[in-house]
């Protein structure tokens, strides 16, 4: 569940699927936000896709699913302008 903060209340914004999500991040990329969602065990193998997602008209959708493996940790990095 991905909440908001909104007067002084965190109130929710959108639930969004994970399988034992360890970690997460938010980055933005020439104005567009992005939540990266390291995704760690699925109940059945630790072989699971990570997700990132893109802010587009007020909602979080899937941009890419990556390979992961037992994912623990996201970071997003820049090198000479290019993420």
Same mark, same amino acid.
């Given at each position: ?16 699927? @994970? ?5 997460? $991040?938010?980055? #933005? /990329? ?7 969602? =390291? ?11 990570? @997700? ?5 008209? $007020?909602?979080? #959708? /899937? ?7 037992? =994912? ?12």
């Amino acid at each position: 569940t991905i909440y908001v903060l909104r007067e002084g209340q965190f109130e929710v914004f959108q639930q969004i699927d @994970t399988h034992g999500a360890i970690d997460c $991040g938010h980055f #933005e /990329v020439n104005g567009t936000h992005y939540l990266a969602v =390291a995704n760690n065990y699925d109940g059945v193998t630790s072989n699971v896709q990570s @997700t990132v997602y893109m802010l587009r008209q $007020g909602r979080l #959708e /899937v941009f890419q699913n990556i390979d992961s493996v037992g =994912a623990s940790d996201v970071e997003h990095f820049e090198v000479d302008g290019t993420h």
